[in-house]
């Protein structure tokens, strides 16, 4: 892809909206409580910041998926510097591919009126953000549209479910070219006494749903065609990636990767398998979701074993014993980090 993601779509606050043009009304619809925590929490549960690209021009740096966040409250004029200027993170979860999320504790004396402070029941609020289907199960309550918390019933669970389906494939009638990488926001409040019992694991449980994010992120021009001539050329190309299993699928379809006959599969069911189960499903897996890091490095070993010759792409941190381990390493150009750049040297 691009690797250039902007939010299109959301449901946030019970209340959506379906392309960028529609945010505005969104705004002036959804709560003003919902508006608040959901800035703040776009803000703080970030290390992306705005700097100067090579061309001399203000862009966002860091995570694509943050930088597409910050993009969109930007949008309403909001000052992410104003904000972190006033409140500091007290404990930071980085994202973790293995749990999906990132985690951001604040305490609340700390963040007043004009920073977007919302009717607390705690003295520390968590933010959370990740893969939408894995922090939805980790919510037990919701934000409704008049900005009230209620309970996460099975019915409006269930609604939440669609909705991600619906963000995470494409129909003609979507109006979209291509599948969206779906986000969930969420948070809860806990008490000092629970901020003090905090450990290495970030506090996931009875979070409270704000809603969900569409990201799009087109494929590149070309790859479509690329891929074909790595196939006529005898290259077995495959995908492993971050993404949900249905945004990894329709993705893969565009860029002729997924084929007729080939497999998809997430990371969990991957590393269940036997290792006499491996050697039935790799010859025909073309497209790896919700991977782990060891996912892609366990593929390589694999291939590399059965004497295929092997060039690994990536742009993460996450993706340095993959490349170090392939018979070729490629980095992903400007968005590549200095460890998989190092790695594929």
């Known amino acids: ?71 969109f409250i930007k949008s309403f004029g909001v000052d992410y510097k104003e904000i972190r200027a006033v409140i500091k993170p007290v404990k930071v979860y980085p994202f973790a591919s293995e749990r999906k999320t990132m985690t951001t504790v604040i305490k609340l004396s700390s963040a007043g009126p004009s920073h977007g402070k919302a009717p607390a029941t705690g003295d520390y609020r968590v933010y959370v953000k990740g893969a939408s289907e894995i922090v939805l199960e980790y919510c037990t309550h919701y934000v409704d549209a008049e900005g009230k918390v209620q309970e996460l019933d099975g019915n409006i669970k269930q609604r939440y479910k669609m909705k991600i389906l619906d963000f995470s494939i494409y129909t003609p009638e979507a ?42 992120d087109p494929l590149r021009p070309g790859v479509k065609e690329s891929v074909e001539a790595f196939r006529k050329a005898g290259v077995f190309v495959r995908m492993i990636t971050g993404d949900n299993i249905l945004t990894a699928r ?9 084929t007729k006959g080939g497999m998809s599969m997430e990371g969990p069911e991957f590393r269940k398998l036997t290792p006499e189960e491996l050697d039935e499903v790799m010859p025909r897996l073309q497209v790896l979701a919700r991977s782990s890091p060891t996912d892609k490095t366990k593929v390589v070993k694999w291939l590399k074993n059965h004497g295929d010759v092997v060039a690994v792409t990536g742009d993460g941190s996450n993706d340095g014993p993959a490349l170090k381990s392939a018979d070729v390493g490629f980095s992903m150009g400007i968005a590549g980090t200095k460890v998989a750049k190092e790695a594929s040297s």
């Not at 779906?182 to 749903?209: M, Q, S």
């Not at 329709?250 to 997924?258: E, N, S, T, V």
Request: net charge negative.
């Open 175 to 216: 109006l979209r070219t291509e599948a969206l990488r779906t986000i969930c926001l969420a948070y809860r409040d806990i008490t000092t006494h629970d901020f003090n019992k905090l450990g290495d694991d970030p506090p996931l449980n009875e979070l409270i749903l704000l809603g969900l994010v569409g990201i799009q």
């Open 250 to 258: 329709a993705i893969a379809r565009d860029a002729g990767i997924l």
């Open 1 to 71: 892809t691009q690797n250039r993601m902007t939010v299109v779509k959301g449901f946030i606050g019970f209340k959506e909206f379906d392309d960028e043009g529609q945010t505005d009304e969104w705004k002036k619809n959804v709560a003003s409580s919902t508006y608040n925590v959901l800035v703040q929490g776009i803000v703080l549960n970030s290390t992306a910041y705005e700097d100067k690209d090579e061309n001399g021009n203000i862009d966002f740096v860091g995570s694509r998926t943050e930088c597409a966040l910050l993009s």
